[in-house]
């Protein structure tokens, strides 16, 4: 009796409910046509980020996905007869190698220059940056902080051979974060701490970077190099045993010291394409991404960082830390992104 009793209230409540959804359903804003978005991101919180722009613009998402660089080339392949209004992608260098293959156009709008900082957009509006992670060091807290290990350039210290986990060498992730590396201290020191780097591996490169950190409790690899939204994830999941794992894994924000130049972050970014049909829908979108509800669904649905200052941070995220980031330089990562590799490769990591 007492069980059944709030069972038909509810039951109730739902009936009276429903009759109200079907009109506000109904009453959703009317058709003003559509933004064709070509997207490199392949999360599935994404797309509820179109959903939401649909709900409040009337304004229809058509969406197609593919591989940075096939969409750009896409885009140049279709010319002026491109359905494409915004182009969405990972990897700062791979924003600026848009906009040099000339897809993409500056946008002027008082919207995205004050909600996104200077240093997370392109100078002459070509791309915005609408979300960002960090490349970080991560270490097994039962084991204690390691000593030592305060800068990437540490992880080619010779104390931590035989430690280090990280993906292959060709990743954007790792490309990008050679090419910061080789901007800040030169080739010969680059490829001084890439030989030092792949003599510390504890295996040979392999899997994505939620394996490195993942090796880490069975005592494969002591030292995991990962961006935060894939430990984020473990943070945020409903399941005890990620939980688990989130919580013995240590993150290590390097080069934070007075002077140095900051932890690597890598971004997701969006531009306006440069022969966009549905310019007026396509700049909606971009600012669209830059409210609070957007970056709560794009930024932190991934459990990356918001660009926007004051969204709030999911939990998980504040649990790893805070830092100073190193500011994005898309174009000089894109300049430097084959010898990067070249430096990698040939010092051994493959
Ligand atoms: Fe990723």
């Given at each position: 009796m007492t069980a059944t009793a709030p069972r038909r209230l509810m039951l109730a409540a739902l009936l009276m409910a429903a009759p109200a959804l079907v009109p506000a359903a109904q009453a959703?804003?009317?058709?003003r046509g559509e933004v064709a978005v070509y997207s490199a991101r392949h999360y599935d919180t994404d797309r509820r980020l179109y959903d939401a722009f649909t709900r409040e613009t009337g304004i229809r998402v058509r969406l197609i996905e593919g591989d940075a660089d096939q969409l750009v080339e896409r885009i140049r392949t279709e010319?002026?007869?491109?359905?494409?209004d915004v182009l969405i992608t990972v990897d700062a260098a791979r924003l600026a190698r848009a906009k040099d293959a000339g897809v993409t156009q500056g946008v002027r709008s008082a919207t995205l220059e004050e909600r996104?900082?200077?240093?997370?957009?392109?100078a002459e509006g070509h791309w915005f940056a609408v979300s960002q992670r960090a490349r970080v060091i991560m270490y097994d807290k039962t084991r204690g902080v390691p000593q030592g290990?305060?800068?990437?350039?540490?992880?080619?210290?010779?104390?931590?051979?035989g430690q280090i986990c990280v993906r292959a060498a060709n990743h954007p992730y790792n490309v990008s974060l050679a090419a910061s590396i080789l901007a800040a201290d030169g080739a010969a020191a680059t490829e001084a701490w890439a030989r030092g780097v792949a003599a510390n591996l504890a295996r040979p490169p392999q899997g994505g970077d939620r394996d490195q950190f993942r090796a880490i409790p069975p005592g494969q690899c002591q030292l995991a190099i990962s961006n935060t939204y894939y430990l984020g994830h473990f943070g945020a999941s409903q399941n005890p045993a990620d939980r688990e794992l989130f919580e013995r894994i240590g993150v290590i924000f390097p080069?934070?010291?007075?002077?140095d130049r900051g932890t690597h972050v890598n971004i997701s970014g969006v531009a306006l394409v440069r022969?966009?049909?549905n310019r007026d829908n396509a700049v909606r979108f971009m600012e669209f991404m830059t409210t609070t509800e957007a970056q709560q669904i794009f930024a932190l649905g991934n459990m990356e960082y918001p660009v926007?200052?004051?969204?709030p941070l999911h939990p998980a995220l504040r649990a790893m830390g805070e830092f100073r980031a190193e500011p994005v330089h898309a174009t000089q990562s894109a300049a430097n992104a084959a010898e990067a590799l070249r430096i990698m490769q040939r010092a051994g990591w493959r």
């Open positions: 959703q804003a009317p058709n010319g002026a007869n491109s359905p494409a996104i900082p200077a240093g997370l957009r392109d290990l305060a800068r990437y350039e540490d992880l080619a210290n010779e104390r931590f051979r080069n934070q010291g007075a002077g022969t966009s049909p926007v200052s004051g969204v």
